[in-house]
């Protein structure tokens, strides 16, 4: 089956620092979504991100399908920023099957 | 606020027991799903739903049991769990099976068996 991969697994940043997480993925896909899953478990939706570059504030992604990976940037990072970010990719096996990746867990301090 | 409403958020339960989740959504979707997240592991498909009808058992154990009465509410019924069952359980919900359309989850249920 298709391999979702996420990098880094652990992160630790000063609030206010920027990063870039990244999600690779092994196969062809129909869609990619992003996550937060913050400390009490819920689950957020980022952004829904076939190809191309979205914008949510100080939150963006990119898609670069072809190439098989996406990229969430988090700017001037906040404590509530803390929580693991999931890159989930959305395949059609006759319904619709999200594919998780296994996460990045980030700490923000202060 | 997602749209999609858990209940009850926390459930500890024996394991003889025998106890219900319930996911309600209000977003006018077709399809709901059951994900089970247990610790350090990705978020697993269980049951997916399409206007009433599961088209999809990802190999659960029958002592999970979904219901899935009308499109808005999916339950999941739980009987004799074991505690390697302990987990997130979340709900999602997506307009219909067809489109690629995004998948919104609910708050989830944090599951403990003793």
């Known amino acids: 089956g298709i391999q979702v991969e996420q990098s880094p697994p652990d992160l630790i940043l000063q609030e206010g620092a920027n990063s870039t997480l990244r999600c690779n993925f092994s196969?062809?896909?129909?869609?990619l979504q992003w996550f937060h899953q913050n400390p009490w478990g819920q689950l957020i939706n980022l952004f829904y991100i076939p190809s191309g570059t979205k914008q949510n504030g100080r939150l963006s992604a990119t898609t670069v399908a072809t190439e098989r990976y996406s990229l969430l940037y988090i700017s001037s990072s906040q404590t509530t920023d803390s929580g693991v970010y999931f890159c989930a990719v959305l395949l059609n096996t006759g319904f619709q099957k999200l594919v998780f990746g296994t996460g990045t867990r980030l700490l923000v301090s202060p | 606020e997602t749209g999609v409403t858990q209940t009850p958020r926390h459930l500890v339960m024996g394991m003889t027991n025998k106890k219900s989740l319930k996911c309600e959504q209000h977003l006018g979707h077709n399809a709901m799903y059951w994900y089970k997240q247990s610790a350090k592991k990705p978020l697993e498909l269980m049951f997916v739903?399409?206007?009433?009808?599961?088209?999809e058992n990802n190999s659960v154990p029958s002592r999970f049991s979904p219901e899935c009465p009308n499109s808005s509410h999916l339950f999941l019924h739980l009987h004799t769990l074991q505690p390697e069952d302990s987990a997130l359980y979340l709900c999602a919900s997506s307009s219909d099976l067809g489109s690629n359309q995004p998948q919104h989850f609910g708050d989830g249920t944090r599951l403990s068996i003793l």
């Open positions: 739903y399409n206007f009433k009808e599961q088209t």
């Open positions: 196969d062809s896909v129909n869609n």
